[in-house]
């Protein structure tokens, strides 16, 4: 899309990005159709990764994603969100002393994969090799490797597997040089 016009990005029509001086791109990143990214703080994007359509990325709070992630269609991540637990009411339309905004950065590892519709919540570290279900609320940290839905981890990736298979990626890109 001649829009942005960002090296190592392929990025398809409608895509939408807001604050994207505060993006900081790795390469071989695939964004497709119909996806939001707003940076209101840094992001910063590893290597090899791709976001699906209908995707929103919110980096009011800061975001890092690392190499080889993986965001299924419709997902969402929110650094910021306004809370209503307590004294917070409104919406960006009134000042945010009456509000309740809650802001933390959002870290997904290296080999992490976001299921369709799933939505990852404001502080939330996703582990390296993590896979979070589709249609999953993430609200805390996801320990390395395991497949979680909801917040419950009912198994394993082979770490041991990727992580050879990632070896012998790197070696055929090595030969292709």
């Known amino acids: 899309m001649e829009e942005y016009n960002i090296a190592g990005v392929t990025i398809y029509e409608n895509v939408k990005i807001v604050g994207i001086d505060n993006i900081e791109w790795g390469e071989n990143i695939i964004i497709d159709s119909f996806t939001y990214l707003y940076s209101g703080k840094h992001i910063k994007f590893g290597n090899n990764i791709h976001i699906s359509s209908f995707v929103f990325l919110n980096g009011g709070g800061g975001l890092e994603i690392g190499d080889f992630a993986g965001f299924s269609q419709g997902c969402k991540v929110y650094s910021s969100t306004d809370d209503f637990k307590d004294h917070g009411f409104g919406n960006p339309t009134i000042p945010e002393k009456y509000r309740n905004p809650r802001r933390e950065p959002v870290k997904i590892g290296r080999f992490a994969v976001i299921g369709a519709n799933a939505i990852i919540l404001p502080g ?51 030969l292709k040089k």
């Open 124 to 174: 939330v570290t996703v582990g390296e090799g993590a896979t979070v279900g589709a249609n999953t609320v993430v609200s805390r940290d996801l320990e390395p490797w395991g497949i979680y839905i909801g917040n419950n981890k009912f198994g394993d990736r082979d770490r041991n597997a990727v992580l050879e298979n990632y070896q012998n990626f790197l070696k055929e890109m090595e």
